[in-house]
């Protein structure tokens, strides 16, 4: 059994709606503990230090460093990093709380198309390290998904869908998260999505339709839903996926729904863990803080 009085630092995710940390001695990890929450009620460092201290509470250890992913944009003076740039942050941007000194990752920014990484950034950091001289897209399904074109250890360009948050908006749950997707359905209506994505509303009002009259069970809507949606994102990030070397990080069914569907297309991709791609992240940006 890890003694986790031994932790020096904490190494923390915030991904979605959920915050995972790691109690680290150097680069192992002693000890993790995860919570679900509400990333509108971490509106401020001293919300965020509330929930980081009741969550280690059990470990009882003494003020600590803390190397955090995915905190919200705002909370430092320190600006986002403009792609093209390193997946690697050389450094972080400290934002000492009421119980730890946190040492902020800067989150990764594109002007054109707009968008904003927070939290991904270190995913891909992770996964870099991992797999040296690594080159190709990775793809990051959540409640947005992420496309990332790699070159020579940099995100050269990103683009970001809200697949995920609409697929919660819309359905009755997560389909990943079922297990009794209807895989026909969902591959059918994939094909259709990714052919067709100009009927994308169409095809979402269809399906309300039909399970509202019973045509269809739950699993089959849900699985007709994430097929379309998904399609639709193919469609769109068909630059970044075909001909592509690929890596997909996620964690769940999630990560399993975009793997099947670029198999579909004749693209297959490596398969990685969030959580671990998370860890090993912070771990890079750490050591590139302390010079190696």
């Avoid at 904490?10 to 979605?16: G, I, Q």
Wanted: charged share 20%.
């Amino acid at each position: 059994m890890t003694d986790v009085s031994k932790a020096d630092w904490l190494a923390v995710e915030v991904e979605d709606a959920r915050l995972q940390v790691w109690a680290m001695q150097g680069g192992s990890a002693l000890e993790t503990a995860t919570a679900e929450c509400d990333p509108a009620g971490l509106t401020s460092a001293s919300a965020f230090d509330a929930t980081l201290k009741t969550l280690t509470a059990p470990w009882q250890l003494p003020r600590l460093p803390v190397f955090v992913a995915g905190l919200p944009v705002g909370w430092t003076d320190a600006a986002p990093r403009m792609v093209p740039c390193t997946a690697t942050a050389e450094g972080a941007t400290p934002l000492p709380t009421d119980n730890f000194d946190l040492q902020v990752i800067p989150a990764l920014r594109q002007q054109s198309p707009s968008g904003l990484l927070r939290g991904a950034e270190t995913r891909i950091a992770g996964f870099l390290s991992l797999n040296k001289d690594w080159d190709g897209v990775i793809c990051l399904p959540g409640a947005t998904s992420v496309w990332a074109q790699i070159s020579a250890g940099e995100v050269v360009s990103f683009q970001t869908f809200l697949t995920g948050e609409l697929l919660d908006l819309l359905g009755d749950g997560t389909p990943a998260e079922g297990t009794a997707l209807d895989d026909t359905a969902f591959d059918d209506a994939l094909s259709d999505g990714l052919s067709r994505p100009e009927r994308l509303a169409g095809r979402l009002a269809s399906i309300r339709a039909d399970l509202a009259l019973n045509d269809i069970p739950p699993p089959t809507a849900e699985a007709r839903l994430a097929g379309t949606l998904i399609g639709a994102e193919l469609a769109a990030a068909r630059a970044y996926w075909l001909g592509q070397t690929l890596a997909v990080i996620g964690t769940g069914g999630a990560a399993q729904l975009y793997l099947r569907a670029l198999t579909q297309q004749g693209a297959p991709a490596t398969e990685a863990e969030g959580s671990r791609m998370a860890l090993a992240g912070i771990c890079a940006v750490r050591r590139a803080a302390k010079g190696g």
